[in-house]
């Protein structure tokens, strides 16, 4: 029985589903799956770790940096027994995200049995904010890995910007964000054959255009972005934008400002179930990120069979759209940009818009398909003959 050691931060509402996927898949190919969660909390995140279940073998450190935060997760988190758990338990593989903190630096280095694997979700946009001494620190630890679990090609390409040509070496294991689409689709396509008493009920006006956004209010999301284009777009339209956080009432201040008050509704923090009756009545689904590694809602969307508006630099974004098929890109940071992207999508008619929402869900069972997702991670991981260290460069 082989054993795969896979290292969190924290327990997330947005990873569940696939440690519990991993773990049950896992079982087929003779793999015992656990997680190791590094604390049980962030201060900046609002859920706790008791909020949801987690049906799979899981274990929170002990030995956190400073003990009266022995709750939150910090860079500076060493987990000594991370190590001795590994060596006790003699795991074959240990998923790792080197950049965490501290004490994964320690753990790219320390001597063990165990492949380590890679598990990264930057993006080459994050890659452009290195200085000198976080680029070499992040190289060096970089080629201790063999394999690379990523959500997709930005990562790929952000791990190559680190430390360049090493993706022809280490083996690829693709490893998104994934949902339980057929729960989830099945779900929203119930949904939707009551789309137009759902769409009175959450109040939406009739014949007008709705663009439906979420995630946490913060400068990284750019929805103060998305808010000015809403300014400047050609057609009618409203937006309708999910969840709280630190920038709330500067957005409000922005909507005031530019005199959006009828086009731009804040919607505060939806529960699941309100954010699956959003995607049903909705007509676009938009992400404006200036950041953002592998936003699960971009999954959501597409399983939803909702097409898509997403920024370039949104790290799925070349997984999710396919250009003028399922939905449009843009620069978040050009405005021009943004607004000609809303004002193409908005141009077509409604069998059109239909259409691509179609192609969301042909792009979402090829892309994020939870069952080939994991099937295909243990077919590579299991096939390979990688030794524990990728190869040094030839001289």
């Known amino acids: 029985m082989h054993k795969l050691l896979i290292v969190n931060n924290i327990p997330g509402p947005y990873r569940t589903f696939m440690f519990q996927k991993l773990h049950e898949v896992g079982k087929d190919y003779g793999v015992d799956v656990t997680v190791f969660f590094q604390a049980k909390g962030e201060r900046r995140r609002s859920w706790k770790a008791e909020d949801f279940d987690m049906p799979f073998p899981h274990m929170y450190s002990k030995s956190l940096c400073r003990k009266k935060e022995k709750e939150f997760f910090s860079y500076f988190s060493l987990n000594l027994d991370l190590l001795r758990e590994i ?3 003699k795991y074959t593989w240990v998923v790792l995200a080197p950049y965490m903190c501290v004490g994964n630096w320690l753990l790219s280095v320390a001597p063990m049995k165990a492949k380590r694997i890679l598990w990264s979700e930057g993006n080459v946009q994050k890659a452009v904010h290195m200085g000198f001494w976080s680029k070499l620190l992040k190289s060096t630890l970089c080629k201790k890995y063999a394999y690379w679990a990523t959500p997709g090609i930005k990562a790929i390409e952000y791990l190559d910007t680190i430390r360049p040509g090493q993706s022809a070496k280490a083996t690829q294991l693709y490893l998104p964000n994934i949902v339980d689409s057929s729960a ?7 949904l939707r054959t009551r789309r137009e ?17 979420i995630g946490r209010l913060v400068e990284l999301k750019g929805f103060d972005q998305l808010i000015r284009a809403m300014a400047k777009l050609e057609r009618p339209a409203r937006l309708y934008l999910a969840g709280d956080g630190p920038q709330e009432e500067q957005l409000r201040s922005l909507i005031a400002e530019l005199s959006l008050e009828d086009r731009v509704v804040l919607l505060g923090e ?3 179930e309100q954010v699956q009756q959003w995607l049903a009545a909705a007509d676009w689904f938009v992400h404006p990120a200036r950041r953002d590694c592998s936003p699960l809602v971009t999954v959501e969307a597409a399983n939803a069979g909702v097409p898509m508006i997403l920024s370039t630099q949104t790290g799925n974004t070349p997984e999710a759209v396919e250009e003028g098929v399922n939905g449009f890109t843009f620069d978040v940071d050009d405005l021009d940009s943004l607004v000609g992207a809303l004002n193409e999508a908005l141009s077509l008619p409604q069998d059109r818009v239909d259409e691509m929402g179609q192609e969301s ?4 069972e090829e ?4 069952d080939t997702v994991v099937h295909d991670f243990f077919k590579t991981l299991l096939h390979d003959k990688t030794p524990n260290t990728a190869p040094s460069s030839p001289k």
Do not use: M, S, W, Y
Not at 367 to 370: L, V
């Open 367 to 370: 892309k994020f398909d939870p």
């Open 197 to 213: 008493e759902i769409r009175q009920e959450l109040g939406l006006v009739p014949g007008t255009p709705a663009l439906f956004a």
């Open 87 to 89: 060596r006790k338990h």
């Open 361 to 364: 869900l042909r792009i979402a």
């Open 184 to 190: 989830f689709r099945d779900h929203v396509a119930e």
């Open 270 to 272: 939806q529960t699941p």
